[in-house]
Structures are given as structure tokens and as C-alpha cells.
């Protein structure tokens, strides 16, 4: 079983940038699919950028460009800069992993990040 601790939301001004950090423990990470997911006051949750375990990446149109997602094995951690921060970016941001053997996913708590115009 994995448990997820997301950190690094805050308030930043559009145009601004933050580095999303979620750190994972539980064994066998490496094998995890990675993902950050994003949802807004009054909207549904919604992918924003996923890593597999070999590193193949995808993401939202709506951040393309902007985010990148990376892993770091050996700490346990995943990562996500967004740059060019707009103020629809705003939301809580969840970070979830998923064994793509079993298919059973773990959820963080959330982190808020807050885009001010």
C-alpha cells in the first residue's frame, strides 16, 4: 500500500511558476504510474500530466508547454513544474499512483495553488 504527501501548492502570480512535489512511500514505487490530477471549485477532477515507470509522459492540452512531470526513483518522488502560470490553473492538485499490475490507485490529500491576475 502507498501513501502520497503532496507539497509545494501556494499563491503565485500568473505568469509565476511552482514546483509540485509528492512523496510516496510503500515499496516498490519504480513500477508505479504517476499522475498529477487538478480540480477546480464546481469542476470534476481532471489529469493534468502522468509518468509511467519507464518514463513515458502525457498530458492536458490545457498545459502543454508549461508542465512537466518527473519521477525521481530513488527518493520516491514526483514532480511537477508549471510555468507560465494562469489564473484558470487554479485548483487543488492531487497526486495519485496506481500499480498497473493490480490496477488498485492511492490518492494524496491535495495541495492548493492559487493564481492570482
Known amino acids: 500500500q502507498a501513501q502520497l504527501a503532496e507539497s509545494g501548492g501556494g499563491l503565485v502570480q500568473a505568469g509565476g511558476s511552482l514546483r509540485l512535489s509528492c512523496a510516496a512511500s510503500g515499496r516498490r514505487f519504480s513500477i508505479y504510474v504517476m499522475a498529477w490530477y487538478r480540480q477546480a471549485p464546481e469542476k470534476q477532477r481532471e489529469l493534468v500530466e502522468r509518468?509511467?515507470?519507464?518514463?513515458?509522459?502525457d498530458y492536458a492540452d490545457s498545459v502543454k508547454g508549461r508542465g512537466t512531470i518527473t519521477r525521481d526513483n530513488a527518493k520516491n518522488t514526483v514532480y511537477l513544474q508549471m510555468n507560465s502560470l494562469k489564473p484558470e490553473d487554479t485548483a487543488v492538485y492531487y497526486c495519485?499512483?496506481?500499480?498497473?499490475?493490480?490496477?488498485?490507485?492511492?490518492w494524496g490529500q491535495g495541495t492548493q495553488v492559487t493564481v492570482s491576475s
Open positions: 495519485s499512483a496506481r500499480n498497473p499490475l493490480l490496477g488498485n490507485a492511492y
Open positions: 509518468i509511467s515507470s519507464s518514463g513515458t509522459t
